[in-house]
DNA sequence: AACATATCCATAGCAGGCTATTTAACATTG
DNA sequence: CAATGTTAAATAGCCTGCTATGGATATGTT
């Protein structure tokens, strides 16, 4: 039974992605972040006001990651909570003016851990490794219906 | 502030990981296993008797982590822990007949799950993929004295 | 209007990762 | 040998992820 766990392609993505993740912990720890919050950040400095649910179909987490997330977030004083006018089941997510005031530092530092972790890489090394790891994703995303190549032929 | 996350190298590889994660989390959920001890059995399959420190050596993963992984696997019945003979302050880590039986489809498992998220490459950029990775993890290790280029020079 | 159903979020409980600290055993040294 | 230091493992406490379940608010149906 061949099973070389450095040519495991689970294996090593498992243990790159906690490389990355003690790296940006490290950066962001000095701004009063943590990893965690960072999807849900990106998505709201695009664009605030957004549900808890909006935050869940954007980022491919499960809805109670999301909420203990936003709980942490909104004790960290990252955001407020408040119900949707029009339907009370909503909980709409706001920025406070701390978080909009991290979003420099804190881009910055992840682009500095993407940067010092690609280092032993060359610029197309780069290019590839991201696209890999795209198509990767891409391959296990069973909500689109898989774009049919051929066209034609679905189903009868 | 150009951050796109889908061009993030380490948005992408927690994604992926976690894509990883739970496609084995589901494959091993009949053998009764879980993600996080398969890097130590994989270790103990090799060669058992190890002590916690062999294993935390072997593995990039934290003390605490390991001691932690490890009571679950005693309380799961996967392994035994007993004091080393010769020095009280060891203890080492001994498979039992039940862990043995489940390498063979643990692994089976790994393999499968490895295939279908990489189903969407072709052989070459599966080969690349790995590669890529492994230069990645090869980066960020501080422990080796970097191998010096020219030679020579070290401290005086 | 009442009841069933669906939707959105919260909570419970666990795995697995981390840092920091404690405990126990061994090693060193004055 | 006693004090001090070092090493191996365990524990405390937290974050991030998951599944499963519950509670509250809409929505639909009769």
């Known amino acids: 039974m061949a099973f070389v766990k450095d040519q495991s392609a689970g294996y090593l993505a498992n243990h790159i992605a906690r490389l990355f993740a003690r790296g940006l912990a490290a950066r962001i720890k000095p701004l009063g972040l943590t990893t965690g919050t960072f999807p849900a950040l990106l998505e709201l400095w695009e664009k605030d006001g957004l549900t808890q649910k909006d935050l869940v179909a954007r980022l491919d987490i499960e809805q109670a990651t999301m909420a203990n997330t936003l709980a942490r977030m909104e ?3 990252l955001i407020v909570r408040r119900k949707d006018a029009s339907d ?8 406070t003016e701390r978080a909009r005031g991290l979003q420099g530092p ?3 530092a992840a682009i500095a851990e993407n940067a010092d972790a690609l280092s032993g890489l060359t610029e197309e090394e780069r290019r ?3 696209s890999l790891m795209r198509k990767v994703i891409e391959t296990s995303k069973p909500e689109e219906t898989p774009h049919q190549p051929g066209g034609a032929i679905i189903s009868g």
Chains 1, 2 share one sequence.
């Open 75 to 77: 004790r960290d004083g």
């Open 88 to 95: 009370g089941r909503k909980q709409r997510v706001w920025l």
């Open 106 to 108: 804190a881009i910055e």
């Open 128 to 130: 590839q490794f991201v």
